[in-house]
């Protein structure tokens, strides 16, 4: 079975600076997608980014990116230039291309101090 | 645009009253639905999902049960809570082109 691994509960960083998770996962596919979702205090879950495991080159948007490493079965996020609003618990999650549910790590809970 | 909808945002139960959660899509036709919990502090952890009208697969034995009695409309019930039901709730649907899931804005059950 797959499995998503998280291995910093809790983070932190200064406004402006630059903070990275990480996230490795384990799958026997070649097939699959990555994801990071965001979970602020509203507790509402927002889709930060994706990558589709065929494609190279790593997802970026605006001040998120990812570096994905298929061999090591790694999928890191960076948030760059980090805001008050980025604080949330930030989830990285897997899926079978055509899955039918998604795999889940436990979370890791960012702070970004002012 | 695709949306969903999930009510109520709060709900505080007695142990022993049934239970009623309600999903809907709006959007997009024939998606794929899911309940997830989320317990204080922790991950989620995915309880039904549907891929068609009366068509529920159950990942979790437990007190809950999940129907989809139209293309775009998601129920959580029990007919009687436990403490133990206690939590976030989360629908979630995708769609068939697959871009990732969207989430409702959750339901926080505390069952006294």
């Known amino acids: 079975a797959q499995t998503v691994t998280q291995s910093q509960p809790e983070m932190s960083v200064q406004e402006a600076e630059t903070v990275t998770l990480s996230c490795t996962y384990d799958?026997?596919?070649?097939?699959?997608?990555l994801f990071w979702y965001k979970q602020p205090p509203s507790r509402q879950m927002i889709l930060v980014i994706r990558?589709?495991?065929?494609?190279?080159q790593n997802a970026t948007e605006n001040r998120f990116s990812v570096n994905f490493q298929k061999a090591a079965k790694s999928f890191s996020l960076k948030i760059s230039d980090s805001q008050l609003g980025d604080a949330a618990m930030y989830f990285c999650a897997y899926s079978e291309n055509y899955g039918q549910n998604f795999v889940f790590g436990p979370g890791t809970r960012l702070s970004v101090l002012p | 645009s695709q949306t969903i909808h999930q009510w109520p945002a709060t709900l505080v139960q007695p142990v022993g009253s049934p239970l009623s959660l309600e999903c809907t899509v709006e959007?997009?036709?024939?998606?794929?639905l899911y309940w997830y919990r989320q317990a204080a502090g922790r991950g989620l952890q995915l309880l039904f999902y549907?891929?068609?009208?009366?068509?529920i697969s159950s990942e979790v034995p437990q007190n809950l049960s999940a129907s989809r009695p139209q293309d775009r409309q998601f129920i959580l019930s029990s007919k009687k809570l436990l403490l133990s039901d206690s939590g976030f709730y989360l629908c979630a649907f995708r769609t068939k082109g697959f871009y990732g899931y969207t989430f409702g804005s959750g339901t926080r059950l505390t069952v006294v």
């Open positions: 959007g997009t036709s024939n998606p794929n």
């Open positions: 990558q589709e495991a065929y494609k190279q």
């Open positions: 799958t026997s596919e070649s097939d699959y997608y």
């Open positions: 549907s891929v068609g009208i009366g068509q």
